[in-house]
């Protein structure tokens, strides 16, 4: 009885969920440092403001570690500024000062690693930042409202402007891309 | 110009939840991998009620094929068709036609999976019938859930692109309305009285 009640206890409430919603993408930061095909380095730095749309929809498996913090790993489809695509594998801490189960504010901070899809080929990172509304519905059963600030990493493919030619690697010594986004999405937590 | 017929559905979306007069029972958050929009449902009665879904179409955004989306209204008979009490929470079933309209992309023939091609930006209006199941999942409390298909059946009518010259207009059947069918769409629904 006594180690039925201490299991029980010690058991986690694991929790999984489903979160989807809209990022819009408004700045990029690029460095390329490289050597183009007729032997001179190029250092280029450019920083801009473009808009676009991009969808995200993710997947979370966790565990309550308190009454009020839960660390969940995350893993969907996200879309990043222009015709690319990212499976994050995330690992996100969120925080309700209320309780997990209750309604109230909450926050949520989360870092991942990028792994892409299609035109780009080396792995990104993810870092994201956040805040919302839990409703809780039934029993452990809630709906997340999320307000965040995404900053996502990749690498180009780097063209070479002579030859229009991928950059070989071995020539490239910095290829850093930063995205910054605001997504809102909608969470439903089980 | 892509603003204005936003800005009059969200004035009118806005202007049906909060007017005292609209007679909705319940408004809901309409969220499904068509779009993102909203929903009004009204008093239910002998076992009929009466939904209307407005949303933004987002066909081609999520992918930033392209930059601006559409919109699509929905106005859906549906009938209770059965309910079961579960524990503490009850399921009812319910189905019922439709019409839609909207002004959206439709399917690119042939590039349906392609997530990186820019489609060929072929907005138009789309009129359809439409058809519809849905689970209501009521907590008891102020929030239920409510899962739902709908099929549409119509046509699509748009600027054909072959025709540079001058205006002249394409019609096709609205494939989307088909193809997007098996698409879920959950609402969060919100009780107003």
Redesign the interface.
């Known amino acids: 009885m006594l180690f039925s009640l201490a299991m029980q206890a010690r058991m986690p409430h694991i929790s999984y969920g489903l979160e989807w919603g809209y990022t819009a993408t408004f700045f990029k930061h690029a460095h390329y440092n490289f050597i183009c095909d007729e032997g001179y380095r190029i250092n280029e730095k450019t920083d801009t403001w473009r808009y676009f749309s991009n969808g995200a929809v993710m997947a979370n498996v966790g565990v309550d570690i308190t009454r009020h913090l839960n660390v969940s790993a995350y893993s969907g489809l996200l879309g990043v500024y222009s015709k690319r695509w990212v499976i994050p594998a995330e690992l996100r801490l969120r925080y309700c000062p209320l309780g997990l189960d209750a309604s109230g504010p909450l926050i949520h901070a989360g870092a991942a690693a990028a792994f892409p899809t299609s035109t780009l080929t080396d792995t990104g990172a993810r870092g994201i930042l956040g805040g919302g509304y839990r409703l809780a519905i039934y029993k452990s059963m809630s709906v997340d409202f999320l307000l965040s600030l995404n900053l996502t990493l990749d690498h180009d493919n780097i063209t070479d402007p002579d030859t229009k030619r991928y950059v070989p690697r071995s020539d490239i010594t910095s290829n850093v891309s930063e995205y910054c986004a605001v997504n809102v999405s909608v969470a439903l937590n089980f | 110009m892509q603003l204005k017929p936003y800005t009059v559905l969200a004035a009118l979306l806005l202007a049906c939840v909060f007017c005292p007069y609209s007679g909705a029972q319940d408004a809901g ?1 309409f ?1 499904s ?1 068509k779009g ?1 929009g909203a929903s009004l449902y009204l008093p239910e009665k002998d076992g009929i009620f009466h939904t209307v879904t407005a949303y933004v179409d ?1 066909y081609g ?5 392209c ?1 601006y ?1 559409g919109f699509k209204a929905n106005f859906s008979r549906q009938y209770s068709l059965r309910s079961w009490e579960m524990d ?2 009850r399921i009812r079933m319910f189905a019922g036609p439709g019409i839609s309209a909207g002004y959206v992309r439709d399917h690119d023939k042939g590039r349906g999976i392609d ?2 091609t820019l489609i060929s930006d072929n907005p138009g209006l789309a009129f359809a019938a439409s058809g519809d199941i849905g689970w209501r999942f009521d ?3 102020f ?3 409510d899962l739902s298909f709908t099929a549409e059946a119509g046509v699509h009518a748009r600027r054909n692109e072959r025709e540079k010259g001058y205006a002249a207009t394409s019609l096709s059947i609205y494939n989307n309305g088909l193809m997007q069918a098996f698409y879920p769409q ?1 609402s ?1 629904v919100f009780k107003l009285r």
């Open positions: 958050l969220n991998p993102i987002i955004i999520p992918s930033s094929r930059l989306p503490g929470y997530l990186t907590f008891g409390g929030v239920s859930l959950l969060i």
